[in-house]
């Protein structure tokens, strides 16, 4: 049987070698076309064996779509947070845009590189399906919740407040002086809010 520290500490080793290969990959997209990027490149940036890069990743891609599954484990972790005692329960299900917002600030550059190049394509392809997954969830526990079933499909539903959040963050990265976090967390939420508030009350 293995020894619990130990295996924590096996743990820690891969969290932190995968955490050097998503950094040294977020730090050359900063200097060069992502296409261009090598894994020799990030391997040698991340001070990493390419050997030990291909035990987590299938190539670059990978690396960078594995990101989005651990952004999505943060955006859950904000939905199980306390909703307010002002909030509504089905605000719930938005309560990722703050969380979101910030972390797309704080890496800006980074996403105005994925929005604007050939990466864009491949990110934006599994970021709103991400989105969706982690919308889903807590929609439909709240539709059983309020014992009643949607008036549209849940589908459609998800896909609508997915969409918005894409576009209306979209809109906001492209500005040239985009608004502070808060301030389009709240443009992001009155412009949903009433079409949940219309499902749920």
């Given at each position: 049987m293995k020894d619990p520290l130990e295996t924590k500490a096996?743990?820690?080793?891969?969290?932190?070698?995968?955490?050097?290969?998503?950094?040294?990959?977020?730090?050359l997209m900063t200097?060069?076309?992502?296409?261009?990027?090598?894994t020799q490149e990030i391997t040698d940036v991340a001070n990493v064996g390419r050997s030990t890069f291909y035990t987590h990743f299938d190539d670059k891609d990978d690396l960078l779509l594995s990101g989005l599954q651990d952004l999505r484990s943060m955006l859950e972790n904000e939905q199980e947070q306390t909703i307010g005692p002002s909030k509504k329960a089905y605000e719930g299900i938005i309560a990722f845009?703050?969380?979101?917002?910030?972390?797309?600030?704080?890496?800006r550059e980074v996403y105005k590189i994925l929005v604007r190049s050939q990466t864009g394509g491949l990110v934006l392809q599994y970021f709103?399906?991400?989105?969706?997954?982690v919308i889903r969830e807590k929609a439909a526990f709240e539709f059983r919740r309020k014992r009643k079933e949607p008036a549209i499909p849940l589908d459609l539903f998800v896909h609508f407040i997915a969409s918005a959040f894409v576009s209306v963050m979209s809109w906001w990265l492209?500005?040239?002086?985009?608004?502070?976090?808060?301030?389009?967390?709240?443009?992001?939420?009155?412009?949903?809010?009433?079409t949940l508030a219309s499902h749920f009350e």
């Open positions: 096996q743990d820690r080793r891969i969290e932190k070698t995968r955490r050097a290969l998503h950094s040294a990959l977020i730090s200097k060069k076309d992502y296409r261009e990027i090598t845009s703050r969380a979101m917002f910030d972390h797309a600030y704080a890496h709103p399906a991400m989105l969706a997954g492209d500005a040239e002086s985009p608004l502070p976090p808060e301030e389009i967390d709240s443009i992001f939420r009155a412009l949903v809010l009433p």
